[in-house]
């Protein structure tokens, strides 16, 4: 009989889902930074086997939204408590288990097998592991916990024995020759926006939207452009950089990564434009993709 679901990763930001989704999915899927709010969409990676195929989706850190952009980033993350066949709750040997209780509670109502993983193991020692998951036994008693590092694929080979016993019986949901979801422009946009989270300071990552607005390929090459929106024009000049340094280095990265994302050669130019509404204005966060079905 074959076995197919939905596993949805679901926690707080920064304790390592994205990381997680991309050891489990053997892609890098998810991009992974050190920076909170690094994913900003619901995105799934395939697993397929002859046997099953696990559907995984990775969300944003759940968070107290201050601005619309927010708002659809928690509407991704409580959506994908709707639509789970196994939930995993990702939290880390640092976090506090009361952060969220709001969410938490939910969590706790769900019918479906959740699996706690506690993330980040190699940074704590065996007595403050075993009152963690004491903490956590108390918080959500139906689940059942996991120690695990996804950094150091500690644990994760077990996971994935644990999720497959856990799948309901049921046909493939997609084809499966599928890695994902998401169609090649998403992930040209997610790969340039980690070059940003990577190479500016403050707020200018969460400030900053990506969209492809050229997307050619053929068989040896691919020809994109892609435009870089932010909300203020100092943005605008903190983006380019003195003489377009910063934007020439975030080019040439993005070009290389995305050389290696498709395994062809490919030509990029990127433009930078403001917007200022683009965070706070529903039918501009429509047309950025941010609204959860």
């Known amino acids: ?87 995993l709750y990702v939290t880390d040997v640092v976090e506090s288990p009361e952060k969220n209780k709001d969410f938490l509670e939910k969590v706790a109502k769900m019918t479906v097998p959740v699996l706690l993983l506690i993330n980040k193991i190699d940074q704590s020692n065996q007595k403050q592991l075993g009152d963690i998951v004491e903490k956590w036994h108390q918080l959500l008693p139906n689940a059942e916990i996991l120690p695990i590092s996804a950094k150091n694929k500690f644990g994760t080979d077990m996971l994935l024995k644990r999720i497959q ?55 040896k090459h691919i020809h994109i452009n892609a435009v870089i929106y932010v909300e203020r024009d100092s943005q605008k000049g903190i983006i380019i950089g003195h003489q377009g340094v910063a934007l020439k280095k975030v080019s040439t990265e993005s070009r290389k990564a995305l050389e290696r994302f498709f395994g062809k050669s490919v030509y990029l130019e990127i433009f930078v434009k403001v917007d200022k509404d683009w965070r706070s204005s529903q039918k501009e966060l429509d047309n950025f993709g941010y609204n959860p079905v």
Not at 198 to 213: G, H, M, Q
């Open 1 to 87: 009989m074959h076995k197919a679901g939905f596993v949805n990763i679901v926690g707080n930001p920064n304790v390592g889902k994205s990381t997680l989704m991309n050891q489990l999915v053997g892609e890098r899927i998810s991009i992974a930074t050190f920076k909170a709010q690094t994913t900003r969409h619901r995105i799934m990676g395939i697993v397929n086997t002859p046997e099953m195929q696990i559907v995984f989706s990775d969300t944003p850190g759940v968070l107290k939204p201050n601005y619309k952009l927010q708002e659809s980033m928690l509407a991704f993350s409580e959506s994908a408590l709707q639509d789970a066949d196994v939930l």
């Open 165 to 219: 016993e856990l799948l309901p019986d049921s046909p493939p949901f997609f084809d499966k020759d599928q890695l994902t979801d998401k169609p090649a422009r998403f992930f040209v946009s997610e790969i340039i926006r980690e070059k940003i989270l990577l190479y500016y300071d403050k707020e200018i990552p969460y400030a900053v939207e990506v969209r492809v607005e050229q997307f050619k390929e053929d068989h």
